[in-house]
């Protein structure tokens, strides 16, 4: 997106109602315009007081009361600026709302479904948002207005007050600030965007080590890991100095223009005060205007310059976060019951290596489904495909006779839900975990469930507030796994895959775990559980055997009497 399109992306977001943000940005106008006026007055009250005082004429009373105009001007202009930035800061804190919302919403199915999802670079992406918003619309988008509008005016009575000479020497100096500036942020964008590139890369690469601390300090890894961050350290560094490099370029060519501009005007108007051509309050008016220009114009510059980074980084949110239809993400459905699944032909591929192949089977509702085979045979694949998370290229998958890719995404997850190999616990306490939706689970049936699947090998009481840690780390494989076999047990989906959700499990607690899923199961969810343990297969309705690329699906007995490979697999004592 370019920075005009980012600049008109966040304009139009302001303008619109639902961020409720008009009033606030009519107010920060209004308190704007009314300080471009004063600003222009200042100076032309200065003059007058000056004037009198020359010239020796007028009243005490008249100079002190333009005197004290200018003051009051001065003070209220400074007063009203602190003002209108508590209403910019509301601006801001609205239009950051509403981009994270956004493109979290946009984001999370995404890394959800994709394995590859970067979700460290959409964390930075988003700490840096508010701060991006704040350069943008405070330092730029508010000044850049009113400073306009201010130049105008102060150039008109300029233009009125002294000869033209003086309006041609403020518009050329005023023109090669503009093209200076120009070029600079052009040079200034392409660098900006390495240098973000180069932030999104450090925080990818740090979060990934903080996410996988005990892998690298059990493996005696510290030290190269400590080294793999600073490249990363290294690399921004080296993209920030060439940002810095332009910055200062860019500064000492605009501050070189502004300066020679001063000067030049200040050796005319002395000049013109001793030729008697100005009077000694123009010459204080066109002081007053030129550094009353001067100053914000160098802050300006320099917010130029830091903008680049900043419109990239917002740049990337709103493209992370567009194009999401404004729907509810989980439609409420009557569908009710448990559901039968059908594989037709199914194959899939991930690049040239095909996973799957012809894969054909029917599931009855409510069915017991056991799925085994060989790692890397295309378990999870295929459960994935049933869920509809992945697409297969080949055949179809029907729910209940309807096929699921004319099923939109968040209703599949409702009709399918999977458990993935690895469970991701929340940072929270037992309790939210486990009762996390979609499930119904009661906390005194929580409690009954985990006490009777020994969560505590002791028995002790369990502490549903305690506290689980990252990603569960105070917990232990199996207990992970038993909280969230609880959870799904009070799930009502018209199907559930457990993807190796009992492997942690010893084998009573699985065989309790999974009665106690099928009991509960019981004309209402088609169960299928991903597992390398046969054990259950004797029990399962189906039983799914994975293969080179081949899929055979029948009981356990008849598999093992027609399937050599099953029968193989089975004697192997998986
Ligand atoms: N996102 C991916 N990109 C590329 N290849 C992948 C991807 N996911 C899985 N694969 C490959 O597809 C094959 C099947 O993987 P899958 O996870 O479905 O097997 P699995 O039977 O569930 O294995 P396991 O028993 O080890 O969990 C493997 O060779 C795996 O490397």
Same mark, same amino acid.
């Given at each position: 997106m370019t920075s005009f399109g980012v600049i008109r992306r966040l304009v139009a977001m302001i303008g619109r109602?639902?961020?409720?943000a008009r009033r606030d940005a009519a107010s920060a106008i209004a308190i704007e315009l009314a300080n471009v006026a004063l600003g222009v007055s200042a100076p032309v009250l200065l003059k007058l007081a000056v004037d009198a005082l020359t010239a020796g004429t007028g009243p005490l009373g008249l100079i002190v009361l333009y005197v004290a105009g200018f003051v009051i001007a001065w003070t209220a202009t400074n007063a009203m600026t602190a003002l209108k930035y508590t209403f910019t800061i509301r601006i801001i804190d609205k239009l950051a709302r509403r981009i994270a919302l956004d493109t979290v919403r946009a984001q999370l199915p995404t890394l959800a479904r994709k394995r590859e999802g970067d979700s460290a670079r959409l964390q930075g992406v988003l700490e840096r948002l508010p701060f991006s918003l704040q350069i943008v619309i405070d330092g730029l988008l508010w000044r850049m207005a009113p400073l306009i509008a201010q130049t105008l005016i102060s150039l008109a009575i300029v233009g009125a007050l002294a000869p033209p000479s003086y309006v041609a020497m403020m518009g050329a100096a005023l023109g090669l600030y503009i093209i200076a500036t120009g070029h600079g942020a052009g040079r200034f964008q392409e660098a900006a965007r390495t240098a973000h590139e180069a932030a999104a890369c450090q925080a990818q690469t740090v979060g990934d080590i903080l996410r996988n601390a005990r892998r690298v300090v059990f493996n005696g890894n510290l030290a190269a890991e400590r080294d793999r961050i600073d490249e990363a350290l290294v690399a921004r560094r080296a993209a920030n100095e060439a940002v810095s490099q332009l910055i200062a370029a860019t500064a000492t060519f605009q501050s070189a223009v502004l300066a020679a501009g001063l000067s030049v005007l200040l050796i005319l108007g002395t000049a013109d005060v001793s030729a008697g051509r100005l009077t000694v309050g123009d010459f204080v008016l066109l002081q007053a205007y030129a550094f009353r220009l001067a100053l914000p114009l160098g802050g300006f510059g320099y917010v130029i310059r830091q903008a680049g980074v900043s419109i990239a980084n917002i740049s990337e949110a709103l493209e992370l976060g567009?194009?999401?239809? +404004?729907?509810? #993400?989980?439609p409420a459905s009557e569908r009710a019951g448990p559901a039968a699944i059908e594989l037709d032909d199914i194959g899939f591929r991930y690049g040239e290596e095909w996973?799957?192949?012809d894969a054909s089977a029917y599931i009855a509702p409510g069915a017991f489904v056991v799925m085994v085979g060989p790692n890397g045979s295309g378990k999870s694949t295929l459960a994935q495909i049933i869920a509809g998370i992945i697409a297969p290229e080949e055949g179809a998958v029907s729910i209940d006779g309807r096929p699921l890719r004319e099923i939109e995404p968040d209703e599949r997850h409702w009709l399918v839900l999977y458990a993935p190999q690895s469970i991701g616990l929340f940072n929270r306490t037992l309790r939210e975990n486990a009762l996390y939706p979609p499930t119904q689970v009661a906390e005194a049936e929580l409690a009954s469930l985990l006490d009777e699947w020994r969560f505590y090998e002791s028995g002790r009481p369990i +502490?549903?507030? #305690?506290?689980?840690?990252?990603?569960?780390?105070?917990?232990s494989g199996g207990q992970m796994q038993k909280l969230e076999l609880a959870r799904l047990a009070g799930v009502s989906a018209p199907v559930v895959i457990l993807?190796?959700?009992?492997?942690?499990?010893d084998r009573t607690s699985e065989a309790r775990a999974i009665r106690t899923l099928k009991e509960r199961y019981r004309d209402r969810t088609t169960l299928i559980l991903i597992t390398h343990r046969v054990a259950l297969a004797p029990e399962a309705d189906v039983v799914l055997f994975l293969e080179n690329g081949g899929l055979e699906a029948g009981r356990h007995e008849t598999l093992l009497r027609e399937c050599p490979g099953y029968e193989r697999f089975c004697s192997l004592g998986a």
């Open positions: 109602p639902s961020l409720s567009g194009g999401i239809p +404004d729907k509810h #993400l989980l996973v799957l192949r +502490d549903l507030d #305690l506290a689980v840690g990252e990603q569960g780390a105070r917990l993807d190796e959700t009992t492997s942690a499990l």
